[in-house]
């Protein structure tokens, strides 16, 4: 069984593939924009049409990991992320500090990236497209 994080974005997925993929050192493996989409399926009900230049899906490999975006959260007409955070692990600490450099460009850091009681290295952030992120690098066990 695998787990998938999917984002949702409002009209800015574009640049945060772009922003995640030079962060994460991830790699774009599908890239579908609404105006690939048959009119009637790429459509939200309630809303006016998608513009067909925004990202319908993507998916980007970070690791062993996939990561999913959209701009689909366009339909929504209350737009806020909340009651989740991703959570990116690595037994490399030099790794870690990378990340959350690279992910701090622009965010509000919630706790900076430090050791703790459990890790080598953990910090919080949200990032300039308001997604709440977690960085841990976990000490050896035992």
């Known amino acids: 069984m695998q787990l998938s994080t999917y984002l949702f974005f409002d009209g800015n997925a574009e640049e945060a593939i772009a922003f995640y993929a030079q962060a994460l050192d991830a790699e774009v493996l599908f890239k579908m924009r609404f105006g690939d989409a048959p009119v009637d399926d790429a459509q939200c009900a309630t809303t006016p049409p998608f513009p067909t230049d925004k990202i319908m899906h993507a998916s980007l ?82």
């Not at 490999?61 to 737009?79: A, P, Q, R, T, V």
């Not at 459990?118 to 960085?135: C, E, H, Q, R, S």
Request: aromatic letters at 10%.
């Open 61 to 142: 490999k970070i690791g062993d990991s996939l990561l999913m975006l959209s701009d689909g959260n366009m339909c929504e007409e209350e737009k806020k992320h909340g009651g989740y955070a991703v959570s990116l692990h690595s037994n490399d600490l030099t790794q870690g500090k990378i990340w959350f450099e690279r992910l701090s460009e622009g965010a509000t850091v919630t706790m900076p990236f430090q050791e703790t009681f459990w890790a080598l290295g953990f910090g919080m952030l949200t990032d300039k497209f308001g997604i709440p992120w977690m960085v841990n690098v976990e000490k050896a066990m035992g």
